[in-house]
């Protein structure tokens, strides 16, 4: 395996880089033009996971948070916030007539007739196990990677990848996120011998270099998909080029923080598809040019040339993981022992604006 290429620029430098894929609120928008994100999650034992997801997806700055949910959990959900539109059009075995024999991709109609309208998926917040609901959503992960819609897959989400990695395998638009665990499942399910963060810090020698290599090695392994490996610190990889997270979290480990993660992704790939499509003008230069090595990458952030979709995804990583670990950290500061994840959302808006900040035209108006 080549040696991780890790990327040196300053946090300062990448955050002003995010700031590029920001949209400006500009009166010209209409609504849904700055993000249509949909979390795919919420069963009957479930309920909190995705509403924490897309509630921090609304709260970061998409106009319009979904939630695609099964039937029981559909009137919870609804009931946490009149802010989101909850769809519940997520099979089950209780809402079929023959669980051992199903058109999973039938079933997936409802589902896949709204992928047109969005533009980036979070697939797993309390998603559940159920075999009917996984075999649906597995169809979904398809045709979302048919029509180059990005997802970020997080939970059980995760889970439908460790038994099939086909569905992801080279998919350069999604975001996998797993825990220390999780990240043991995906190595074990793909045959390599990578270490978790839990087992590199038992051994000796330089930690963060072997932790990186451990992603990368799982990147790799799934053809270049980019891993934000939750953990004391983050590390995020797309195989080529690595980033070390190391801003400073809150100390409390309750349920559901990962949550503002996925919901943030959200929201960040919505604004990245945007960017891509010109919707405003960043004032960079043109470039041609796909990034694919750390100098390419290294180019484009330290530079005012327009960057290219693999490094905006590696950025959209950066900045997701960024904000959820400020976020983490000022709700600790505020509530300390008995923080939970409800106290992450509060602070999600207040860490972009200190991490990233508006657009210089949306100051403007400010």
Request: charged share 25%.
């Amino acid at each position: 395996m080549e040696p991780v290429h890790h990327v040196t620029t300053s946090s300062k430098v990448l955050f002003r880089k995010v700031r590029n894929i920001v949209p400006p609120m500009l009166e010209k928008f209409h609504k849904g033009q700055l993000g249509r994100v949909a979390v795919i999650g919420g069963c009957v034992d479930y309920t909190g996971a995705p509403y924490f997801s897309a509630i921090a997806s609304a709260k970061l700055g998409c106009d319009m948070s979904h939630v695609l949910c099964e039937r029981s959990a559909a009137p919870v959900i609804k009931g946490y916030s009149p802010n989101l539109m909850v769809h519940p059009i997520l099979p089950s075995t209780d809402s079929v007539e023959n669980p051992k024999s199903i058109d999973a991709p039938a079933l997936a109609g409802p589902i896949i007739d709204m992928l047109s309208r969005l533009h980036a998926l979070v697939i797993g917040p309390g998603l559940g196990r159920d075999g009917v609901t996984l075999k649906v959503v597995a169809e979904v992960i398809k045709e979302a990677r048919s029509r180059s819609i990005p997802f970020v897959l997080d939970a059980d989400g995760l889970l439908i990848v460790t038994e099939d990695p086909s569905l992801v395998k080279g998919y350069k638009e999604c975001i996998l996120t797993p825990n220390v665990v999780e990240f043991g499942r995906l190595a074990k399910a793909l045959g390599i011998n990578t270490p978790s963060q839990a087992d590199i810090g038992k051994e000796g020698g330089d930690k963060t270099s072997k932790e990186s290599d451990a992603c990368q090695q799982l990147s790799n392994a799934l053809g270049g998909v980019t891993i934000v490996q939750k953990g004391p610190h983050d590390v995020i990889s797309n195989g080529t080029t690595s980033l070390i997270n190391d801003i400073k979290g809150g100390l409390k480990r309750s349920g559901g923080q990962g949550d503002t993660l996925t919901g943030s992704l959200g929201t960040l790939l919505a604004w990245r598809a945007a960017y891509h499509e010109k919707l405003w003008e960043s004032g960079e230069k043109e470039n041609e040019k796909e990034a694919e090595s750390k100098a390419d990458v290294q180019a484009e952030l330290e530079s005012d040339m327009r960057m290219s979709p693999g490094t905006t995804l590696l950025l959209a990583a950066w900045a997701g993981s960024s904000i959820t670990r400020e976020s983490s950290r000022q709700a600790f500061e505020a509530k300390g022992r008995s923080m939970q994840a409800s106290d992450l959302t509060d602070e999600v808006h207040k860490s972009f604006l200190k991490l990233i900040g508006e657009p210089e035209e949306s100051q403007a108006h400010l």
